[in-house]
């Protein structure tokens, strides 16, 4: 995953004003690296080390970053979103169905193979997603167990 090193000048640009529960809500963002996080996980870290920044607050702020584009929002399962930083760097996602762990990849022929089909239909492709879902390895031995 590529890192992205958020700067108030980052806010700026994405027309919001600088404060201090969107310095930490980005910050946490920044620090975690391939995992997606939900506002929940988000607002815990908060509480954990002493912010006194309100879930609602939380969901306010994700969405007006989804909207200013810094963060995509995914929905893996049903009624539960989670958020990552916008990176610009495109990947796909295999989601387990079991713990609900969530890793990225990239596959030059997935994404070249996807582009033929949309051709091939008459699509003009602007974007896409893929999403595989299945149960990773340590779930699949745990239940062996």
């Known amino acids: 995953m590529v890192k992205l ?4 000048t980052d806010l700026k640009k994405a027309g ?11 910050q946490i963002l920044e620090t975690a690296g ?10 815990r870290i908060l509480i954990e080390s002493g912010d006194d920044i309100g879930l609602a607050t939380v969901y306010r702020v994700l969405t007006q970053f989804e909207e200013s584009k810094l963060v995509v929002r995914h929905h893996f399962s049903d009624n539960h979103s989670v958020f990552e930083l916008d990176t610009g760097f495109h ?3 295999l989601v387990c169905v079991e ?3 969530v890793k990225e990849f990239t596959d030059a022929l997935i994404e070249k193979r996807q582009c033929k089909v949309a051709e091939k239909a008459g699509f003009a492709m602007t974007d896409h997603s893929l999403n595989i879902y299945g149960v990773c390895h340590p779930c699949q ?3 062996v167990l």
């Open 91 to 93: 990947h796909d996602h």
């Open 16 to 26: 919001l004003k600088i404060t201090l529960p969107r310095m930490k809500i980005l």
């Open 34 to 43: 391939d995992r997606h996080m939900s506002a929940e996980d988000i607002y």
């Open 141 to 143: 031995t745990s239940a």
């Open 5 to 8: 090193n958020v700067q108030n």
């Open 99 to 101: 713990c609900g762990d």
